[in-house]
Protein backbone atom coordinates (compact mmCIF):
# COMPACT_ATOMS: atom_id res chain seq x y z
CA UNK A 1 0.00 0.00 0.00
CA UNK A 2 1.53 3.38 -0.76
CA UNK A 3 1.75 6.52 1.20
CA UNK A 4 -0.70 8.75 0.50
CA UNK A 5 0.89 12.01 -1.00
CA UNK A 6 1.86 15.17 0.95
CA UNK A 7 3.85 18.19 0.38
CA UNK A 8 7.12 18.09 1.69
CA UNK A 9 6.76 21.51 3.07
CA UNK A 10 4.52 24.34 3.34
CA UNK A 11 5.01 27.58 4.97
CA UNK A 12 2.70 30.63 6.51
CA UNK A 13 3.62 34.19 8.26
CA UNK A 14 1.78 34.27 11.90
CA UNK A 15 -1.78 35.40 11.51
CA UNK A 16 -1.97 33.81 7.75
CA UNK A 17 -4.36 30.24 7.23
CA UNK A 18 -2.24 27.93 5.31
CA UNK A 19 -3.85 24.62 3.68
CA UNK A 20 -1.96 20.41 3.53
CA UNK A 21 -2.93 18.71 0.81
CA UNK A 22 -3.38 14.87 1.37
CA UNK A 23 -4.13 13.04 -1.83
CA UNK A 24 -4.76 8.99 -2.43
CA UNK A 25 -7.13 7.10 -4.43
CA UNK A 26 -10.83 5.95 -4.61
CA UNK A 27 -9.23 3.02 -2.55
CA UNK A 28 -8.86 5.25 0.24
CA UNK A 29 -9.25 9.11 1.06
CA UNK A 30 -12.34 8.95 -1.94
CA UNK A 31 -13.73 6.30 -0.88
CA UNK A 32 -14.38 6.31 3.11
CA UNK A 33 -14.89 9.45 5.38
CA UNK A 34 -12.53 7.74 7.75
CA UNK A 35 -9.29 10.58 6.87
CA UNK A 36 -7.41 11.64 10.10
CA UNK A 37 -4.87 14.06 10.67
CA UNK A 38 -2.20 14.35 12.90
CA UNK A 39 0.77 17.25 14.69
CA UNK A 40 3.79 16.17 15.58
CA UNK A 41 6.42 17.85 17.44
CA UNK A 42 10.16 17.28 17.09
CA UNK A 43 10.81 14.36 20.00
CA UNK A 44 7.09 14.16 20.62
CA UNK A 45 4.51 11.72 19.93
CA UNK A 46 1.73 12.57 17.44
CA UNK A 47 -1.46 14.31 18.34
CA UNK A 48 -4.51 14.14 16.85
CA UNK A 49 -6.00 16.97 15.31
CA UNK A 50 -8.98 16.01 13.41
CA UNK A 51 -10.63 12.76 12.40
CA UNK A 52 -13.89 11.84 10.02
CA UNK A 53 -12.55 14.29 8.00
CA UNK A 54 -13.44 17.22 9.39
CA UNK A 55 -14.34 16.45 13.23
CA UNK A 56 -11.96 18.15 15.93
CA UNK A 57 -11.45 16.02 19.28
CA UNK A 58 -11.74 17.87 22.70
CA UNK A 59 -9.18 20.47 23.04
CA UNK A 60 -8.13 21.06 19.95
CA UNK A 61 -8.51 24.66 19.09
CA UNK A 62 -10.94 25.67 16.40
CA UNK A 63 -8.27 27.21 14.21
CA UNK A 64 -7.99 23.68 12.57
CA UNK A 65 -10.43 22.28 10.16
CA UNK A 66 -10.80 19.45 7.58
CA UNK A 67 -12.47 18.72 4.29
CA UNK A 68 -12.31 16.22 1.53
CA UNK A 69 -12.89 16.53 -2.33
CA UNK A 70 -12.84 13.57 -4.60
CA UNK A 71 -9.21 11.58 -3.41
CA UNK A 72 -7.76 14.63 -1.83
CA UNK A 73 -8.08 15.46 1.78
CA UNK A 74 -7.14 18.96 3.33
CA UNK A 75 -5.72 20.33 6.50
CA UNK A 76 -6.67 24.18 6.93
CA UNK A 77 -4.70 26.05 10.09
CA UNK A 78 -6.07 29.52 10.04
CA UNK A 79 -4.76 32.55 12.57
CA UNK A 80 -1.19 30.98 12.06
CA UNK A 81 0.63 31.00 15.45
CA UNK A 82 4.58 29.91 16.30
CA UNK A 83 3.39 27.46 17.85
CA UNK A 84 1.86 25.42 15.05
CA UNK A 85 4.95 24.96 13.69
CA UNK A 86 5.77 21.18 13.28
CA UNK A 87 4.86 18.12 10.90
CA UNK A 88 1.45 17.35 9.97
CA UNK A 89 0.29 13.58 8.66
CA UNK A 90 -3.07 12.79 7.67
CA UNK A 91 -4.17 9.00 7.68
CA UNK A 92 -6.79 7.35 5.93
CA UNK A 93 -8.63 3.79 6.40
CA UNK A 94 -8.08 1.82 3.13
CA UNK A 95 -9.27 -1.28 1.58
CA UNK A 96 -6.12 -3.23 1.55
CA UNK A 97 -4.15 -2.11 4.39
CA UNK A 98 -6.56 -1.09 6.28
CA UNK A 99 -4.74 2.30 7.49
CA UNK A 100 -2.11 4.37 5.50
CA UNK A 101 -0.29 7.19 6.23
CA UNK A 102 0.76 10.44 4.26
CA UNK A 103 4.77 10.67 4.04
CA UNK A 104 4.07 14.04 6.07
CA UNK A 105 4.11 18.04 5.76
CA UNK A 106 6.83 20.07 7.32
CA UNK A 107 5.28 24.10 8.48
CA UNK A 108 7.18 26.43 8.93
CA UNK A 109 5.89 29.07 10.52
CA UNK A 110 7.95 32.35 9.43
CA UNK B 1 -7.37 9.59 31.34
CA UNK B 2 -6.22 6.41 29.24
CA UNK B 3 -2.73 6.60 29.16
CA UNK B 4 -0.07 3.86 27.05
CA UNK B 5 3.17 3.12 27.55
CA UNK B 6 5.81 1.35 25.72
CA UNK B 7 8.54 -1.01 27.23
CA UNK B 8 11.21 -3.53 25.61
CA UNK B 9 14.36 -4.34 24.35
CA UNK B 10 16.32 -0.78 22.67
CA UNK B 11 18.67 -3.02 20.75
CA UNK B 12 18.24 -6.36 18.85
CA UNK B 13 20.87 -7.93 16.60
CA UNK B 14 19.55 -8.34 12.82
CA UNK B 15 17.88 -11.55 12.33
CA UNK B 16 16.53 -11.79 15.80
CA UNK B 17 13.19 -11.07 16.97
CA UNK B 18 11.69 -7.41 18.25
CA UNK B 19 9.67 -7.22 21.46
CA UNK B 20 7.66 -4.63 22.72
CA UNK B 21 4.46 -4.14 25.13
CA UNK B 22 2.31 -1.63 25.95
CA UNK B 23 1.25 -0.77 29.18
CA UNK B 24 -2.29 0.50 29.57
CA UNK B 25 -3.30 2.81 32.48
CA UNK B 26 -6.45 4.22 33.34
CA UNK B 27 -9.07 2.02 31.65
CA UNK B 28 -9.09 -1.10 31.46
CA UNK B 29 -7.74 -3.24 27.70
CA UNK B 30 -10.96 -5.33 27.32
CA UNK B 31 -13.29 -1.38 26.89
CA UNK B 32 -15.52 -2.77 23.97
CA UNK B 33 -15.19 -0.94 20.76
CA UNK B 34 -11.49 -0.25 21.57
CA UNK B 35 -8.55 -1.65 18.93
CA UNK B 36 -5.12 -1.22 20.10
CA UNK B 37 -2.37 -0.66 17.35
CA UNK B 38 1.24 -0.30 17.08
CA UNK B 39 2.76 2.14 14.55
CA UNK B 40 6.63 2.99 13.99
CA UNK B 41 8.66 6.26 12.38
CA UNK B 42 11.88 5.51 11.32
CA UNK B 43 14.56 8.13 12.17
CA UNK B 44 13.81 10.99 10.19
CA UNK B 45 10.96 9.46 7.91
CA UNK B 46 6.89 9.36 8.27
CA UNK B 47 4.58 6.80 9.89
CA UNK B 48 3.55 3.46 8.90
CA UNK B 49 1.00 1.48 10.59
CA UNK B 50 1.67 -1.98 11.47
CA UNK B 51 -0.94 -3.31 13.04
CA UNK B 52 -3.93 -3.92 15.91
CA UNK B 53 -5.73 -5.84 17.96
CA UNK B 54 -9.56 -5.41 18.61
CA UNK B 55 -10.85 -6.26 22.15
CA UNK B 56 -12.35 -9.24 21.13
CA UNK B 57 -8.85 -10.54 20.11
CA UNK B 58 -9.06 -10.01 16.17
CA UNK B 59 -5.87 -9.08 14.74
CA UNK B 60 -5.34 -6.72 11.32
CA UNK B 61 -1.84 -6.22 9.88
CA UNK B 62 -0.23 -4.36 7.28
CA UNK B 63 0.50 -6.49 4.68
CA UNK B 64 3.94 -5.15 3.96
CA UNK B 65 4.83 -6.70 7.58
CA UNK B 66 1.95 -9.90 7.65
CA UNK B 67 4.33 -12.18 7.66
CA UNK B 68 6.88 -11.08 10.51
CA UNK B 69 4.08 -9.32 12.74
CA UNK B 70 2.36 -11.05 15.67
CA UNK B 71 0.37 -8.32 18.44
CA UNK B 72 -0.97 -10.21 21.52
CA UNK B 73 -3.06 -8.98 24.36
CA UNK B 74 -2.59 -9.67 28.05
CA UNK B 75 -5.42 -9.15 29.97
CA UNK B 76 -4.20 -10.37 33.42
CA UNK B 77 -1.49 -7.36 33.12
CA UNK B 78 -3.79 -4.96 31.11
CA UNK B 79 -0.74 -4.74 28.23
CA UNK B 80 -0.87 -5.87 24.68
CA UNK B 81 2.49 -6.57 22.78
CA UNK B 82 4.06 -6.73 19.56
CA UNK B 83 6.47 -9.09 18.25
CA UNK B 84 8.55 -8.62 14.56
CA UNK B 85 10.48 -11.18 13.68
CA UNK B 86 13.48 -11.75 11.27
CA UNK B 87 14.47 -7.77 12.10
CA UNK B 88 16.43 -6.29 9.13
CA UNK B 89 18.30 -2.82 10.00
CA UNK B 90 15.14 -1.34 7.87
CA UNK B 91 13.11 -2.13 11.57
CA UNK B 92 14.94 0.25 12.90
CA UNK B 93 12.26 3.43 14.16
CA UNK B 94 10.98 4.51 16.77
CA UNK B 95 7.96 2.82 17.99
CA UNK B 96 4.57 3.77 19.86
CA UNK B 97 1.64 1.91 20.78
CA UNK B 98 -1.43 4.17 20.28
CA UNK B 99 -5.39 3.17 20.53
CA UNK B 100 -8.52 4.22 19.33
CA UNK B 101 -11.19 4.88 21.77
CA UNK B 102 -13.53 7.78 21.57
CA UNK B 103 -13.17 8.18 17.70
CA UNK B 104 -12.32 6.20 14.52
CA UNK B 105 -8.62 7.59 14.76
CA UNK B 106 -5.51 7.19 16.50
CA UNK B 107 -6.29 9.24 19.60
CA UNK B 108 -4.38 8.25 22.46
CA UNK B 109 -0.35 7.68 21.55
CA UNK B 110 2.24 6.60 23.98
CA UNK B 111 5.62 8.14 23.64
CA UNK B 112 7.33 6.04 21.54
CA UNK B 113 10.61 3.92 22.28
CA UNK B 114 13.64 3.66 20.12
CA UNK B 115 14.61 0.54 18.66
CA UNK B 116 17.89 0.27 16.58
CA UNK B 117 18.36 -2.97 14.93
CA UNK B 118 22.73 -3.54 14.35
CA UNK B 119 25.00 -6.16 15.44
Given at each position: ????????????????????????????VG??N?V?????????????????VS???????????GSKSGNTAS???????????????????????????????????? | ???????????????????????????????????????????????????????????????????????????????????????????????????????????????????????
Open positions: QSALTQPASVSGSPGQSITISCTGTSSDGYYSWYQQHPGKAPKLMIYENRPSGVSNRFSLTISGLQAEDEADYYCSSYTSSSPWVFGGGTKLTVL | QLQLQESGSGLVKPSQTLSLTCAVSGGSISSGGYSWSWIRQPPGKGLEWIGYIYHSGSTYYNPSLKSRVTISVDRSKNQFSLKLSSVTAADTAVYYCASRTVTTAFDIWGQGTMVTVSS
